[in-house]
């Protein structure tokens, strides 16, 4: 479909980091499961974290729905219960899904500085909440880098984009790209018919549809029943933002903490399996991180 014959895609919202702690003394700007940006189908979370030790995230359990990783500054280290452990740097994505149950923990890699990236999570449609766990973690030099020739480069994660197909084979239709455009660039995204998605700016400024955007801004589309574009225009400065949509699963979420189901049934479900070791949660009363101790209130 030519561009010129597609619409402009209407922003209905955009939205800053809103502060907060999470895990054992870290802090996160949260994105989307605030009171501004509850949810966004299939999306439950963003946070852009950036924090050093002993601050991190500890020993905890995940069930029915998917963990990014993308690290962008620093390193950060990670651990489970099913036997996987190592460190990204930067530029690295983790892509974990945790389906059925896993426990695992992710900490900074070091006191003295910053581990900068963003986590997303993806919910799992209700066939695919209970499969078996399993990771995708790639390397910055294995993620295709693609350049239009026009002032435009993607750092293509999932889905396709100037005809390279992503590094990470999503379980859900889900497209994460890292562009950066150049000063004096214009470029359109198209966004496809149905597909909920946004961008966050990473660093720079620029115009997308009309609107004025910059370094931690996030800005929502809404969707149509036909392809929209998303078009953006640079000006004296270049604009890095991660480029993030997905296909809505549309069924009905049930969530505490960790555990994101369809029905509160099978939220005391997930409850039940944790503490009593059973349905993928195995390992949850003999299991420990060896990377907690790193954490000030783990360093048993």
Do not use: C
Request: aromatic residues 10%; negative net charge; charged residues 25%.
């Amino acid at each position: 479909m030519s561009t010129n014959s597609t619409k402009l895609a209407r922003i209905f919202k955009v939205v800053h980091p809103k502060k907060m702690g999470e895990g054992h003394g870290a802090v996160v700007g949260r994105l989307i499961g605030t009171s501004e940006v509850r949810r966004f189908d299939p999306f439950l979370m963003l946070d852009h974290f950036s924090g050093r030790l002993p601050g991190g995230f500890p020993d905890h359990p995940h069930r029915g729905f998917e963990t990014v990783s993308y690290l962008l500054q620093g390193t950060f280290l990670h651990e489970d219960s099913k036997g996987r452990k190592g460190e990204l740097k930067p530029g690295d994505v983790q892509w974990m899904t945790a389906g059925k149950g896993i426990i695992h923990a992710e900490m900074p890699g070091s006191e003295t500085e910053d581990s900068i990236g963003l986590q997303l999570w993806i919910n799992l449609p209700r066939d695919k909440k209970l499969i078996d766990p399993f990771y995708q973690e790639i390397a910055a030099k294995e993620i295709p880098v693609v350049n239009n020739k026009a002032g435009v480069t993607a750092k293509v994660i999932s889905g396709l984009e100037f005809g390279v197909e992503g590094a990470v084979k999503p379980t859900w239709p889900v497209h994460y790209v890292d562009f950066q455009l150049s000063p004096n660039t214009s470029f359109d995204k198209v966004i496809p018919a149905n597909w909920n998605s946004f961008i966050y700016v990473l660093s720079g400024e620029a115009e997308v549809n009309g609107t004025k955007i910059k370094t931690s801004d996030a800005v929502f589309f809404e969707k149509d029943a036909s392809p929209t574009l998303a078009r953006f225009t640079t000006g004296s400065s270049a604009v890095q933002f991660v480029w993030i949509g997905g296909q809505p699963i549309g069924e009905p979420i049930a969530q505490y903490g960790p555990f994101v189901m369809n029905t509160e049934e099978e939220i005391q479900q997930a409850f039940s399996d944790y503490q009593n070791a059973r349905n993928g949660f195995e390992e949850s009363k003999t299991w420990r991180s060896g990377i907690r101790k790193l954490s000030h209130d783990f360093d048993d």
